[in-house]
């Protein structure tokens, strides 16, 4: 076992820190999407490799060589410092890489470099009403029409659609396939006409997400990733991608630091909280559960580093990682008792309200992005070998 | 960066692991629960062949001289397998301690005989930690009084005692004035006494005990921990197993969301844990500052983790978990035994929030 990334890392993680103390006031906080101080931001850590790092500069990032520990250690960085790192976002976190996979050159070259200078913001239309966990169940209809499909239907939990330039979209073009082999990925301008959005505020009150509804939204017929009834395949590309960045055990590393000193600040009483050993031994519980997380995603990276197995704990990391968080920010709120209740433009607030925010926050994502119970699903057939839920089907409901 | 078992953790494991499906079998547990639990010669006999016995003393005295992280992963086979032998407190804790506590003539006179199998130490050390009662014991003259409880091996050759000042002492079998009771408890397989010493004489380890004593609770408590760990993991396998075959409704119960919702959660608590304590372990052998803070939260954490396995595996056989007739309560039972040995839980979350200078 060595823990250690080497000398030329730990000069690497010295000059990534000295970057941050340097340029710390830049850094944008609650920034708008696409305001200047956003896309400067995200313009000076693509020019220092500290975001899209190894994407080509052709398609305007920094191009340098897939390096884990680098990329371990900007994580690291960027959460320990409480500092933004570079913009995230769907666009950039799941499209970028699914059209540098499966992309054509055009739609690489046409999409990647604005959308990494945080100039085109993309939504992403997976989910509808009547397909969650079972999303390959989708019935929103793209049929050809000369050179265009033309689009009907809905789409829900779509978050930024209302600040959206485009969408990556999920529509069944394929009727009488099977509903796996039935589905193609589309891109398309979200001010084509024929789109509708209607806001669907979430519990935190915040405009998160949409309804967006599609009418005759005709869209040409090249702007397809991937080849016609593939969109399945396409867009598993990159629902992987989504599942590794939910719940970062750096980020909640940094909660828990900061949920320590809240401890020692918050009282009941005239005892600090820190010193009832009741919350203490919920604040320790939690604690090595951090810990494990932790650990866990250095069991994986070194995995990739060393090409052994890690199936297991990547596949528990969002399940467990999104779960633990939740009970972390629950526990700063019963800390604070009823001014941990505190909320929205209140003088009142601890840290800016984040804890109530981050706590209703986690709950989505606990359902988002596969819900917990579709993980147990996961884990239990993929990694532990157990059987699918038999098909329901009338042979089976019947009774002799 | 390599953050995984080594190449020779990964082959002593399967060669122990081996060594115990063969000769270490359940009937044989059973067979030693079942007896006065003196030592299973014969599987000590085997770990003494595989060089097991020995994995902590210095070559020179005829061990392997490997690390707490190694004499862990080998830990963590024998709760796999259930195995009834004294390992935490004769491989483990005793060499560590006379290596480190020891003069050289104490060392001369104990550590061989570890290393060959010949002699076995028990552990006197639960007054040191998280302490029931107002047992202890106390130096008078170099001779030790008092009683003290939860005394690993009733049939050792020795035992190690921490007494109220910390300091470490061993004491014969059969030395005078010494009163040995058994003190039957739920986990057959780590069987437990109370010795009671009226100026028993002992033989007084030399160098500062009590600092010597902190640092071989965090190797038991880490290697406590392993010990769950893999007694966990045999829990999870041996339920993903039972609901692959037993059939209800026409399907195999592994196929309902229910059962395998509750193997899932195993799993993903059990990863975790795993990665915790290979922290652990490594912490121990860089002895780095975060060593013990390390060692408390694996062991506490692991036996939060266990028990909710121990308890979900059980579930997951349905009433046949429950029998004697499959002897799933054995793992249940060993992980019942690791949760309160040498402190539990609670206790350890404190001494973690000391280490952090979160308590006073």
Redesign the interface.
């Given at each position: 076992?060595?823990?250690?990334?080497?000398p030329q890392y730990d000069t690497y993680r010295q000059e990534l820190r000295d970057f941050i103390e340097r340029h710390r006031d830049q850094a944008p906080r609650n920034a708008p999407l696409k305001s200047d101080p956003a896309k400067s931001w995200q313009k000076l850590l693509i020019e220092h490799g500290y975001t899209a790092r190894t994407i080509p500069k052709e398609y305007g990032g920094h191009g340098g060589e897939p390096d884990l520990?680098k990329a371990q250690i900007i994580g690291e960085e960027f959460a320990r410092a409480q500092v933004p790192g570079g913009l995230g976002g769907q666009g950039i976190s799941m499209l970028v890489p699914t059209l540098l996979e499966l992309g054509s050159e055009e739609q690489k070259r046409q999409f990647i470099p604005p959308t990494l200078a945080g100039e085109m913001v993309w939504c992403q239309g997976y989910s509808e009403p009547n397909a969650g966990s079972d999303l390959a169940s989708l019935r929103t209809s793209a049929a050809l029409d000369g050179d265009e499909w033309v689009i009907n239907g809905s789409k829900i939990w779509t978050s930024t659609a209302h600040l959206a330039d485009w969408i990556f979209c999920l529509v069944r073009t394929e009727p009488d396939a099977p509903k796996h082999q039935g589905i193609s990925f589309l891109l398309f301008r979200m001010d084509t006409p024929g789109i509708e959005i209607r806001p669907l505020v979430d519990m935190t009150l915040a405009p998160n997400f949409n309804e967006v509804f599609f009418t005759d939204v005709r869209v040409p017929k090249e702007q397809i990733v991937g080849k016609r009834g593939e969109g399945w395949f396409v867009a598993n590309a990159i629902l992987g991608h989504e599942r590794d960045s939910l719940g970062d055990p750096n980020a909640t590393l940094s909660r828990m630091t900061r949920l320590?000193e809240l401890m020692k600040e918050e009282t009941i009483g005239n005892e600090r909280i820190?010193?009832n050993?009741v919350y203490?031994?919920r604040?320790?519980?939690i604690?090595?559960?951090v810990?494990?997380?932790r650990?866990?995603d250095?069991?994986v990276?070194?995995?990739r580093?060393?090409n052994?197995d890690a199936r297991?704990?990547r596949m528990?990391s969002k399940?467990?990682g999104t779960e633990l968080r939740h009970e972390l920010e629950g526990l700063a709120i019963d800390a604070m008792g009823e001014t941990g209740l505190m909320y929205g433009a209140s003088e009142f607030l601890r840290d800016g309200g984040s804890w109530q925010n981050q706590y209703m926050y986690f709950l989505g994502l606990i359902i988002g992005g596969g819900t917990s119970?579709i993980?147990?699903?996961i884990?239990?057939?993929r990694?532990?070998?157990?059987?699918?839920?038999?098909k329901f089907d009338q042979s089976t409901t019947k009774t002799n | 960066m390599d953050f995984g078992l080594s190449e020779l953790q990964l082959s002593m494991q399967e060669n122990v692991n081996r060594f115990l499906d063969e000769e270490a079998s359940l009937d044989r547990v059973r067979e030693f629960a079942a007896s006065d639990h003196s030592l299973a010669e014969d599987i000590w006999t085997g770990l003494v062949n595989l060089g097991v016995v020995g994995v902590l003393v210095p070559e020179q005295y005829g061990g392997l001289g490997l690390s707490a992280m190694d004499a862990a992963v080998i830990g963590e086979c024998l709760g796999n397998h259930v195995t009834p032998v004294p390992y935490l407190s004769t491989c483990v804790v005793a060499p560590r301690a006379i290596a480190l506590a020891g003069s050289d003539a104490q060392k001369d006179e104990y550590l061989p005989k570890i290393a060959d199998g010949s002699k076995t130490i028990g552990l006197a050390l639960s007054e040191a930690c998280a302490a029931r009662g107002k047992n202890g014991a106390s130096v008078r003259d170099g001779k030790l009084t008092g009683t003290v409880s939860f005394v690993s091996d009733p049939h050792a050759d020795y035992w190690l005692l921490a007494d109220r000042d910390r300091n470490l002492h061993v004491i014969a079998q059969g030395a005078q004035h010494l009163e040995v009771k058994v003190m039957p408890q739920v986990d057959r397989t780590r069987p437990l006494c109370e010795l009671t010493l009226s100026d028993t004489p002992c033989d007084s380890l030399t160098n500062d005990g009590a600092n010597v004593l902190e640092r071989v609770l965090d190797v038991a408590w880490t290697t406590l921990a392993f010990d769950t760990l893999g007694a966990a993991q045999s829990m999870l396998d041996q339920a993903v197993e039972y609901a692959m075959n037993r059939e209800q409704f026409n399907r195999v119960i592994a196929s309902f969301q229910a059962v395998k919702h509750m193997c899932a959660e195993m799993a993903a608590e059990i990863e975790p844990s795993r990665s915790l304590l290979w922290y652990a372990g490594y912490a121990l052998d860089e002895a780095s500052d975060d060593a013990h803070l390390h060692a408390c939260h694996a062991k506490a954490h692991m036996a939060e983790v266990g028990t909710f396995v121990a308890r979900t595996a059980t579930v997951v056989h349905g009433g046949m978990g429950f029998t004697d007739l499959l002897g799933l309560h054995y793992w249940f039972k060993r992980i019942g035994f690791n949760r309160q040995y040498l402190g539990g839980p609670e206790w350890l979350r404190e001494q973690a929030a000391i280490a952090q200078n979160l308590a006073a």
């Open positions: 076992m060595d823990l250690s990334y080497g520990l320590i820190i010193d050993p203490r031994d604040l320790m519980k604690q090595a559960r810990m494990s997380l650990f866990n250095l069991r990276l070194s995995s580093l060393n052994t297991l704990p528990i399940l467990q119970q993980q147990k699903n884990i239990s057939e990694g532990l070998g157990m059987p699918r839920e038999p | -």
